[in-house]
């Protein structure tokens, strides 16, 4: 990849949805276009029905847009196929849900490794880098429990090591404290700002949340599948 060549590139993007018996349409996004540096942290804020998951499905390739154009980490998603997308999701790309979406037959440590070994590295080859980044997120101890026995904010630790495991390029956040009591939201949210303080990846945080859109480098506000200033979201 070319140094200086965003991390995402959004242009024009349109989304439309048929509503109905198929008559009439609901159009989720409408132009919606912006670039993201390799290493930004950005947010998407939004109220519910705004856009903002379709718009995070696009970035993810897991849909395609009606009109206009997604880059990743410079490749324009449109040129490549579903087995290419699933690569370049499984290497590149990781992803923090607010469900939490962890295996319950899978240890805390077995969880960590999944995204590896999909990657081609063994459980035993990823120990270090899973006992580093378990030290790191506080749960060192936690190791060998399953998700069922792990409080919430546990449970949200466990899927941000996930996510972050493999040393993904791009890092997208699905509302990643809704799940959570505010105590531990705030907690969560100290966590991600110190995580990648230190690190070159680039984090997108979808949110509802002015709290949580306030670590961002940036907050690119969605109103009715537009991108508006980021100011008018201040007066929420």
Known sequence: MVPGTPALRVHDVHK??????????????????FDVAQGECVALLGRSGSGKSTLLNLLAGI???????????GQPLRRLGEPALTLLRRRQIGFIYQFFNLIPTLSVTENLALPLELNGTTLR???????????????????????????GGEQQRV???????????????????????????????ELLSALFAGRRQTLILVTHSLTVSAIADRVLTLEHGRLVAADRSLAW
């Not at 849909?63 to 980490?73: A, F, I, L």
């Open 16 to 33: 439309v949805y048929p509503e109905g018996d198929g008559k009439s349409e609901h159009r989720v996004l409408e132009g919606v276009s």
């Open 125 to 151: 080859r990823g120990l270090p880098r899973i006992h580093a980044l378990l030290e790191q997120l506080g749960l060192e101890r936690r190791a060998e429990a399953f998700p069922d026995q792990l409080s």
């Open 159 to 189: 899927a941000i090591g996930r996510a972050l495991i493999h040393e993904p390029a791009l890092v997208l956040a699905d509302e990643p404290t809704g799940n959570l009591d505010v105590e531990t939201g705030e907690q969560i949210l």
């Open 63 to 73: 849909d395609r847009p009606d009109q206009g154009s997604v880059e990743v980490m």
